[in-house]
């Protein structure tokens, strides 16, 4: 469970580690803030494209394989990063480092689908994201640290190292689809299948969008906070990462409060209760920001509320999306993931229209998300929201 859970964190370690570096990062390339976050949808856009690829060839070819693959070709592009030039050379880097991350992540849920499903999933996906939920709290401050010692780029040494070493540790994973259970044919075909049943279920479709939108809320401020903390409350490097981390905090113990009262409370009511709190959580940073005078203090309470609802959303929306769909597991994970990173790589850079200098953008955006999230539940058939 712990390999599981730190193969499914390549999204925060590629990302987290090293944002108290994005203001310093713009300097050094002598580029715009707007731009410096491309780095980031850069990633994002990896990490969707990667996953599918990564879950339908993990239904064909069995889990292994793909995973290794995906997990040295992450290692490798941390290495190219880590030499990068300029800005536009780091972009394409992170998108390739992006595309070998998601097999981490899609390949981890799926091996979790392959062994437990309904509410036993939804208390399994709990306790690997509490370990996935350890890398938001750390990477942040790790980062903060290198910064103090060196620049950005041994971020990416050590990302390159944490690479090298999940390989090693996924390499003595078992197997968890045996051959009598992957889908046969070629890939392409079974993924077109696979698809095909997977979006005309309008079910997968609701959870699937409800987990995406909140997702991405997150990564609007992630993506934002480096600016709006560092420049517009003049916090240091090392104290955004301080209370970055206490976010992350937050995301891990909501996680294992879900895992603890879902055997209790319907997936589906915890997964309603925890998008109704990022709908209110968006639209009170939006309040805040816009009328200016409530100051920082305000501004992170909202963020708190925000980030700690997807403790909530994400193992209950996992769970129940993945449930009615045991032979697809890896394509129906991959089409949970793209759509997660390719919502995410969009807001990313649309926090930081405005500059470095407002924080109104990062507000509307994590505010339009958030709703859109609550509402999309809206498209679940009545009859199976009463059923689970």
């Not at 339908?56 to 992450?74: E, M, N, T």
């Not at 991350?101 to 709990?126: K, Q, T, Y």
């Not at 997702?215 to 560092?230: D, T």
């Not at 963020?303 to 994400?314: A, D, E, K, N, P």
């Amino acid at each position: 469970m712990v390999t599981l859970g730190a193969l499914s964190a390549f999204g925060p370690l590629s990302i987290d580690m090293y944002l108290p570096a994005l203001p310093s990062m713009t300097r050094s390339f002598g580029s715009t803030a707007s731009l410096t976050q491309l780095t980031l949808t850069a990633c994002l856009a990896g990490l969707a494209l990667g996953q599918m690829y990564a879950g339908p060839a993990s239904d064909a070819l069995g889990r292994k394989r793909p995973l290794l693959f995906g997990v040295a070709l992450y290692a490798v592009a941390s290495v190219l990063c880590l030499v990068a030039p300029s800005v536009y050379v780091l972009i394409a880097m992170r998108f390739v480092q992006g595309i070998g991350g998601a097999a981490g992540i899609v390949i981890a849920r799926a091996m979790v689908r392959d062994l437990r499903s309904g509410v036993e999933a939804a208390r399994m996906f709990s306790t690997l994201m509490l370990v996935n939920g350890l890398a938001p709290i750390l990477a942040p401050l790790i980062g903060g640290q290198i910064l103090r010692i060196a620049s950005w780029r041994l971020v990416f040494v050590v990302l390159a190292g944490i690479g090298f070493a999940l390989l090693a540790a996924a390499s003595r994973l078992p197997e968890t689809l045996p051959a009598e259970r992957r889908r046969p044919g070629s890939i392409r075909t079974e993924t077109v299948g696979a698809l095909r049943t997977l979006v005309s279920d309008r079910a997968f479709v609701g959870r699937a969008m409800g987990c995406g939108l909140g997702f991405a809320a997150m990564f609007a401020y992630i993506s934002g906070s480096p600016f709006v903390l560092q420049d517009i409350y003049g916090v240091s490097p090392q104290t955004f990462s301080l209370l970055f981390g206490i976010n992350a905090l937050g995301l891990a113990l909501t996680n294992q409060l879900n895992g603890r009262i879902v055997g209790r409370v319907a997936p589906e009511r915890l997964l309603t209760f925890g998008l109704s709190a990022a709908a209110s959580g968006g639209v009170g940073l939006l309040a805040v920001v816009a009328s200016g005078r409530l100051g920082m203090v305000a501004v992170l309470a909202c963020l708190f509320v925000v980030v700690c609802s997807l403790g909530f959303v994400m193992p209950n929306a996992t769970a129940l999306a993945l449930t009615n769909h045991p032979h697809e597991a890896g394509t129906a994970s991959a089409l949970l993931g793209v759509f997660q990173f390719a919502v995410g790589a969009l807001a990313a850079p649309l926090v930081g229209i405005g500059g470095a200098h407002t924080a109104l953008p990062m507000g509307l955006v994590i505010a339009l998300l958030g709703t859109m999230a609550l509402l999309s539940q809206r498209i679940v058939p009545s009859a199976r929201r009463r059923a689970i």
